[in-house]
């Protein structure tokens, strides 16, 4: 019984690491000076929300300030 015990915890404990290891990679791009570009508003909101710091919306595709560079839905903003 205890051959198979041990192949069992060690299956686990690899599979645990490797979900440790292969999470997903932040919906965030840094364009320099603090200032960050997400695809969506909520990716942008929840990026802000890692350090409590304030969101604030610099320019958006058909906002009034359109950013260069910025496709449909994507935003642009600081984490102040």
Do not use: H, W
């Amino acid at each position: 019984m205890r051959s198979f015990i041990s192949p069992s915890v060690l299956v686990l404990a690899a599979a645990l690491a490797a979900g440790c290891v292969t999470r997903t990679a932040p919906r965030y791009t840094p364009l320099g000076n603090g200032v960050f570009k997400s695809p969506t508003a909520q990716d942008a909101e929840n990026y802000c929300r890692n350090f409590g710091a304030p969101m604030r919306f610099l320019a958006n595709q058909g906002g009034e300030t359109p950013a260069k560079g910025v496709t449909t839905g994507e935003v642009v903003y600081r984490c102040d």
